[in-house]
């Protein structure tokens, strides 16, 4: 039995939620026009002036595009024809190709080159075409403003001081003062209107070397003006001796978030999205928080919940050592066990996984008991190193999203406490009218190609499985 990409019945509910639609588009509409009055004046106030004013639309509802985007590591093959979204390197170069006037960067570190961790190898290519394209950026007059964490993980990047040459601007936010955290946010805003927002690094590695997924909205002004004031939050605390404004002053407000989502429709479909964030303390209240998007998600599914995240630990890494973090583990029980929604999480696993993670996996999975009406699978996704086993942070299903019933949610964040209560990550959620072609349905489709690809392997496999950390303290058999 094959329950986690086992076609669900059509919720009736979908009907319904087309009507309500409608009725909250109309609502909306004027809710959205007014969010965009403001949001002109904070590009003024806070940015050079580089798009025109973006919304003064005659219609309410913004005709926008949505692609899936992803990458795959070299070598990885499903052995069948399968579908897949965009191809990242692809998606990255319509984006600076269209770009005219500004694009901004978030991005937890920069390293597009193999030099830059001492690795020769001609996967970096991709890579090394990316960061030429973007040194090119201002000399066709586009400007470009950059952000990274202090904390990083590329002590020795030279793509940053490159790009400074050129005229990019730079400022690295020090969330190791800030919140003891890290910014671990990965975005582009492209002339206002376009916006990626994914698991991927500014890293070579992300392109060749490294499984990634992300999404990019084309032409949804809104959209990208709401994420330009993430992506201010960082600008201004990246100012030297920057402390975080308490509360942040009102031009960071939104009014797009769970309660109010931006009508759009993507591709033809009719949508509703809003962007949430993390840490609390960089959220205005109006902020959908990262983690109460998760949680009501996961609360709000009535048939599954699909997750693929590449560390699942419900504890605190860094900031407690190891303190005991059971929100979203909880919430996922739950849901399972009070109200028979199915639950199948895929976690990654690569040679420098940490083996803390394991007793946790292994528990979710032992509560699994269809029988019972109690289904939560776990699976490991593991990613072959082969001759590629000499590069760092590599060779990973490093995915962060979330699919249910009802959302989609493409996120940055590991799902482990830190990066919900001191590091800065973003995510995407929407909600969408059923259709075949719609990227809620894309992104089931690509979470049901994964499980049951030959690289995801239940636990008691685990043993044969020596890519992955696991292998060594996995049971060669079903422990009772
Ligand atoms: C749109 O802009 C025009 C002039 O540029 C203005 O007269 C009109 O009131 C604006 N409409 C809205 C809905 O803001
Ligand atoms: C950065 O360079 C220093 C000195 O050249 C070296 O010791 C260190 O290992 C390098 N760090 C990384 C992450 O490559
Ligand atoms: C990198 O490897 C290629 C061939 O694999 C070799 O020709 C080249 O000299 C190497 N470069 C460095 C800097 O080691
Ligand atoms: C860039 O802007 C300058 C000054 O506005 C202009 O002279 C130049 O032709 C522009 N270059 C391009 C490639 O558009
Ligand atoms: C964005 O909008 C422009 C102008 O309406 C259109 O030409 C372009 O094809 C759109 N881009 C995408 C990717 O939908
Ligand atoms: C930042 O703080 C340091 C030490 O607290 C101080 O020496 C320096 O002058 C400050 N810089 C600015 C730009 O305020
Ligand atoms: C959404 O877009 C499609 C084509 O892109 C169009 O046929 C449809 O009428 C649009 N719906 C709304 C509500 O604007
Ligand atoms: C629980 O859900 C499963 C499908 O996921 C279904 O087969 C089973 O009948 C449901 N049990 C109850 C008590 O609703
Ligand atoms: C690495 O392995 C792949 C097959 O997995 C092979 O096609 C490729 O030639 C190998 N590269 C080297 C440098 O050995
Ligand atoms: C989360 O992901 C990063 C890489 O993106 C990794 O280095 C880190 O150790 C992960 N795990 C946890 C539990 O935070
Ligand atoms: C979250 O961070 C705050 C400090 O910003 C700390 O006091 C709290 O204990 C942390 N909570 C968890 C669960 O790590």
Redesign the pocket.
């Known amino acids: 039995m094959f329950l986690c990409s086992q076609d669900s019945k059509c919720p009736v509910s979908a009907l319904l939620a087309a009507g309500c639609l409608l009725v909250l588009g109309i609502l909306l509409a004027v809710a959205v026009i007014e969010t965009l009055k403001n949001e002109d004046r904070i590009h003024e106030a806070l940015n050079p002036p580089q798009t025109p004013p973006c919304c003064n639309q005659s219609g309410p509802i913004e005709q926008s595009s949505i692609v899936l985007v992803e990458s795959f590591p070299?070598?990885v093959d499903y052995g069948r024809k399968v579908k897949a979204g965009v191809n990242l390197f692809e998606a990255w170069k319509d984006l600076l190709s269209s770009a005219s006037k500004q694009i901004d960067v978030a991005s937890f570190y920069w390293c597009l080159t193999g030099e830059d961790i001492s690795v020769n190898s001609s996967s970096d290519t991709p890579g090394r075409e990316i960061l030429e394209e973007f040194k090119a950026l201002p000399s066709r007059n586009v400007s470009v403003r950059v952000v990274t964490s202090i904390p990083t993980l590329a002590p020795n990047s030279t793509d940053l001081k490159a790009l400074k040459e050129q005229g990019v601007q730079i400022r690295r936010v020090n969330f190791g003062r800030l919140t003891k955290g890290i910014l671990h946010s990965k975005f582009w805003i492209v002339d206002g209107k376009h916006v990626y927002i994914g698991s991927a690094n500014m890293d070579w590695r992300a392109l060749t070397q490294v499984k990634e997924l992300g999404v990019v909205i084309y032409n949804s002004s809104a959209l990208a003006a709401d994420l330009q004031k993430i992506f201010q939050s960082y600008w201004v605390t990246g100012r030297s001796n920057a402390s975080i404004p308490d509360p942040w002053p009102s031009d960071y407000d939104t009014d797009i978030n769970e309660e109010r989502p931006l009508l759009l429709n993507l591709s033809g479909v009719e949508s509703k999205a809003y962007i949430t964030a993390s840490p609390p303390v960089f959220c205005p209240d109006s902020r959908t928080r990262d983690l109460d998007a998760i949680l009501s998600a996961i609360r709000g599914a009535q048939d599954f919940i699909h997750v693929a995240v590449m560390e699942f630990y419900p504890a605190s890494k860094f900031f407690h050592h190891h303190g005991y973090w059971p929100v979203i583990e909880d919430a996922l029980k739950r849901s399972a066990v009070d109200r028979n929604v199915s639950v199948c999480l895929l976690v990654s696993c690569g040679q420098e996984t940490d083996p803390a993670v394991w007793p946790f996996i292994r528990s979710l999975d032992a509560l699994n008991s269809p029988s019972d009406n109690i289904n939560i699978a776990v699976r490991v996704f593991v990613i072959?190193a082969?001759?590629?086993s000499h590069m760092p942070y590599s060779r990973v299903n490093h995915n962060k999203y979330l699919v249910t019933d009802k959302v989609a949610y493409v996120g940055t964040s590991n799902w482990s406490a830190d990066y919900f209560n001191t590091t800065a990550g973003v995510a995407l959620v929407l909600s969408q009218d059923a259709s075949g072609s719609s990227f809620h349905q894309q992104l089931r489709a690509v979470f049901d190609r994964d499980w049951s690809s030959r690289y995801s392997h239940p636990l008691a496999d685990l043993h044969r499985i020596h890519d992955c950390a696991f292998s060594t303290s996995a049971p060669s058999q079903h422990e009772t």
């Open positions: 070299l070598g072959p082969g001759n590629q």
